[in-house]
């Protein structure tokens, strides 16, 4: 029995942090996000890419950070920001030391595209692809002394998943095919959306994506009621699955502002 104890401990401890949304929950956001391009936007991003304004395609390096952070860790704190579960408000001398978060992190790349008078700002636009999408993922941007919920085990599915992941990837399993919710999501934004939704800065992304970290994702979380783990039953995905969705939506909205500004366009 002490054995397995210990086996079981050291399993928590290696679970990972994972990427937020997963590599569909990215691509979705700069499938989104190409659908309001500008042409000057377009260009501006051709010459990035090194192709033409047609063959733009965002979702391509839409998973670039992650995939290249086993070879420079010191890029793992910029996909996230632990604001506390409990605080309401943003406080970058604590949240955000060194400028080691998504808020610092996506503030400094959109800066950087901004200035720059240069093609070649691929690791940038890269960085900047990626960030809009974490910061959109409630997990990413709050803690409860948890490891943005990697450390929260839960049923999901009858699978064993941390709530972290469940909102990572789980909740979006279970909507319809990747290009199907793609163009759905899409059809689902009205010009008032998007006028809505083209505003704010990384900061207020952040807050906004904490306050649905605290509920549904913390607080629908059931009590255990006597089973070895907390179950995510049809109520909790229920109340999850439009947030999923809407974050989503506003990231890829948010996204293609961000880009048209940044070649000079609205």
């Known amino acids: 029995m002490r054995n397995l104890s210990l086996s079981l401990a050291l399993?928590?401890?290696?679970?990972?942090?994972?990427?937020g949304w997963g590599p569909e929950g990215h691509e979705i956001v700069?499938?989104?996000?190409?659908?309001?391009?500008?042409?000057?936007?377009?260009?501006?991003?051709a010459a990035i890419l090194q192709t033409d304004a047609a063959s733009?395609?965002?979702a391509q390096i839409a998973n670039w950070a992650d995939q290249i952070r086993?070879?420079?860790?010191?890029?793992?704190?910029?996909h996230f920001v632990d604001i506390p579960l409990k605080r309401k408000v943003f406080d970058a001398s604590v949240d955000c030391k060194g400028d080691n978060c998504v808020v610092a992190q996506l503030t400094s790349e959109i800066g950087a595209l901004k200035n720059s008078q240069t093609p070649s700002d691929l690791e940038t636009l890269k960085f900047l692809v990626h960030f809009m999408g974490d910061i959109h993922q409630p997990l990413h941007c709050a803690d409860n002394n948890?490891?943005?919920?990697?450390?929260?085990?839960?049923?999901?599915?009858?699978?064993h998943m941390n709530l972290h992941k469940v909102w990572d990837s789980g909740l979006l399993d279970q909507l319809v095919d990747e290009e199907q919710l793609?163009?759905?999501?899409?059809?689902?934004i009205t010009p008032d959306d998007k006028d809505k939704w083209s505003a704010g800065t990384p900061e207020t992304w952040a807050v906004e994506s904490h306050t649905f970290a605290v509920s549904p994702a913390y607080a629908l979380v059931p009590a255990r009621h006597g089973r070895p783990l907390p179950v995510l039953d049809e109520d909790y995905e229920t109340a999850a699955d439009p947030v999923v969705s809407t974050q989503l939506q506003k990231a890829g909205v948010r996204l293609a502002m961000i880009l048209n500004q940044i070649a000079g366009s609205n």
């Open 182 to 188: 793609t163009a759905d999501l899409i059809n689902q």
């Open 30 to 45: 700069a499938n989104i996000a190409l659908h309001y391009l500008t042409p000057a936007a377009r260009a501006r991003l």
């Open 56 to 58: 733009v395609n965002l």
């Open 11 to 19: 399993a928590v401890l290696c679970v990972p942090v994972l990427p």
């Open 146 to 159: 948890d490891r943005g919920g990697n450390n929260v085990h839960v049923r999901f599915l009858d699978l």
């Open 70 to 78: 086993p070879t420079r860790p010191e890029t793992a704190p910029w």
